[in-house]
Every structure is written in C-alpha cells, then in structure tokens.
C-alpha cells in the first residue's frame, strides 16, 4: 500500500503529465481527512515546480454535480496560476485527460476570510464577482472516483476561465446562466442551484480552509462550484458561458 506521500506523487504525476490512472479506491478507500493529507501533499508538489496558488473552487455545491458524479459531499480544491485559462482563447485538449466544462460564478477576495463567518461577513470580504468556466479533469479512469479518490486528486481542478469582475453589490441568488457549445444551449440553470446562493459557497469555503489551517486571502479566487452539470470537451467546440448580468465568457477547444 502506498503512504500519502507516495499517493501524493501518483496524483500529481497523473495531472502533470495528463495521463489517466487507476482509482485509489480500487486497493484501499481514503478517509476523508487522508485524501485532503495527499491533496495538500501534492500541492507541495507544484509550489515546488513554481506554481502559484492563487485561490481555491469549491465543489458539489450543486445538486446536478453531486448526481452526476454519485457523490454528494461539498469538497474543495486548489487553483493555481498555471490553471488559469485566456477568456476567448483556444484551449489545448493535449494539457488534459478527458476535460469537462461547467458554468460558475467566482468571487475576488479584497480582504482575509476563514472560519465560521456569515454570509454578510463572506460579502464584507469581497471585492467583485465574475461569470467563470471551470475546466475539471479527473484524472481517474472513466471519470470515476469516490469521495476520497476526489478530493485527493485536489477535486478534479485543472483549468479555469475568468470573465469581467463586477461589484459584488450585485444580487447572486438567482441570476440565469446558459452553457452554449457550438452556439446551441445545452445547460440552462441558475446561479440558485449553488448552495440556494453562491454567498454560501463561499461561507462553506472560508470554514473549509480553516479546517486545513489556511485561509482565504485579499486577490484570492474562490469558485462557487458548477450550477449545472460538466460538458465532456472535445476539439472544434466552441463554449460560451451567459450569465444574466454578469456577462458572457468564452473559449474555443483546440487540439
Ligand atoms: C469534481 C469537482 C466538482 C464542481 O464545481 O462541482 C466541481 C468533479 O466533478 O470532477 O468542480
Ligand atoms: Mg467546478
């Protein structure tokens, strides 16, 4: 059996070299204490290389997630700068394994948050909101994975796309947001489906990286987590985000 350290390097490898990989939970399932152990291990991993973290995305923050996956667990993960994809550029399928996209909303942080705070407390930290296209890419076989297989693979993070920042005075409850590929729609929902309200992705994922003694930093960016379900990406598509107030973000998939 394999320690964490050595869990860490097998994730890590996988990401860095995208190459898909048997799931952990094959051989011995990781508690969930064990897999954010491995996930912050092979994190080190990347600082090392040079990476930078920058922020984190919270995940199955919606009910459409959690179903299309099977697990139903809010998790978190880690974003760094090598994640971040250009708004209206051509994303290379060849950095990927079997990439998915899916529609979210991002927060900008202007001030350190963690620990139990209130969704105003969350507010009072932000300094603006923008529409985002998460890029997950499991490194699993399949695309399948258990709650601890999940998380130790830093939840599946691999690439994101930010749009316009907006005031955060701006209402999130309930704004409309249309997944286009190929300018044909194919997932409508709203930003409602994120917790009742992203406000609460945040609130959760100030209390998670406390849990891990870290906090949300001031120009830290939190994912809210996916509205609607992830769209398998394939070369030629084009994919275009609207979200009513927030603006329209985009990409185009290369090879
Ligand atoms: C896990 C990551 C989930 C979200 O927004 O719900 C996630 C996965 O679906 O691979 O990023
Ligand atoms: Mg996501």
């Not at 491995?38 to 090392?48: D, G, H, K, W």
């Not at 994975?145 to 998380?151: A, E």
């Not at 691999?158 to 044909?184: A, C, K, Q, Y």
């Amino acid at each position: 059996m394999m320690n964490l350290a050595e869990l860490a390097e097998y994730v890590d490898e996988a990401a860095r070299t995208a190459t898909e990989i048997p799931q952990i939970s094959d051989k011995t399932p990781l508690t969930v204490e064990d897999a954010y152990a491995v996930q912050a291990l092979s994190m080190q991993r990347r600082y090392a290389r040079g990476e930078k973290r920058i922020g984190i995305k919270m995940g199955l923050t919606s009910r459409a997630k959690m179903v299309q996956v099977g697990v139903s667990d809010v998790i978190w993960g880690r974003l760094t700068d090598a994640m971040r994809e250009d708004e209206g550029g051509v994303v290379s399928m060849a950095k990927y394994v079997h990439p998915r996209v899916e529609p979210e909303i991002a927060f900008l942080m202007k001030k350190p948050l963690s620990g139990n705070v209130s969704a105003l407390e969350a507010m009072a930290a932000v300094e603006a909101v923008a529409p985002a296209l998460e890029i997950i890419d499991s490194r699993y076989k399949a695309f399948k994975f258990d709650v601890g297989d999940v998380i130790a693979d830093n939840s599946s993070s691999s690439g994101f796309v930010l749009g316009t920042w907006h005031s955060p005075e701006i209402d999130l409850s309930n704004l409309g947001m249309v997944l286009s590929i190929n300018g044909r729609p194919q997932e409508i929902g709203s930003s409602a489906a994120i917790l009742g309200n992203p406000v609460r992705s945040l609130v959760a994922a100030a209390r998670m990286v406390a849990s891990a003694g870290e906090e949300l930093k001031a120009g830290d960016i939190v994912l809210a987590g996916g509205a609607t379900a992830a769209i398998p990406m394939a070369a030629g598509q084009s994919v275009l985000l609207e979200v009513e107030t927030l603006g329209m973000i985009g990409f185009n998939i290369g090879e």
